[in-house]
């Protein structure tokens, strides 16, 4: 009697645990997406005259994976739970505009300047909020992230307003925001993220005390 008594409560114990394969998931998938929008982005840098005919197609299905692994980041619940927090309307957005890009391809160079603007200068501001989220939870890389953050959304800005109509010339300054936000991504990540094993569902980071409720 005691034994099934004791198994029960460790089974019910057990089962209130959150799943962390989701938070790996989103965690991984962030870390691999980054790193290719950094490879793009070199690749758009170095190379600008070839890929401006694939300008509409990569940019759409990056915008469509990366808006993905955004929503299942922010459905994941990390523990510190900083990184994700404004991926749900942010992820949808991307992902949005991702397919957008790849059903109407034609006008690929226009609307990919301004889209993939819009999201890294976007992206650069939520994580501004990050970086002083993350202060207060004492994460000493908080100022790389805000560093970080200052220059990809700056360098969205300047993509949204086009200042030349010359393909190549936006092909590169596009690869700067790619590896940006590539590197923006990666710091904020790495530095923000925690998985917990035995998790449970209602646990979070108390940033005043940095106890687990």
Known sequence: MTRFASGSVLRESVSGMRKTAPMIVAKTGYIV????????????????????????RVTGIAFCVFGVIKI?????????????QYDLAFGILVLALGVISLIHPGN??????IA??????????????????????????WWMILIVAIFSGTVGTILVFRPTESAEALTTLMGISLLGDGILNLTTVLSSVRIVRHQRPDDVIDANGFEIR
């Open 108 to 113: 690929a160079m226009t609307f990919a300047c």
């Open 33 to 56: 997406i980054s790193a290719a929008l950094c490879v793009l982005g070199v690749l758009f840098i170095v190379n600008p005259a070839s890929t401006v005919s694939m300008i509409g």
């Open 116 to 141: 993939l603007g819009i999201c890294v200068l976007a992206d650069g501001l939520f994580k501004i909020q990050i970086a002083i989220d993350a202060k207060a939870f004492g994460i000493t890389v």
């Open 72 to 84: 299942i980041g922010y459905l994941s619940k990390d523990l510190f739970r900083l990184a994700f």
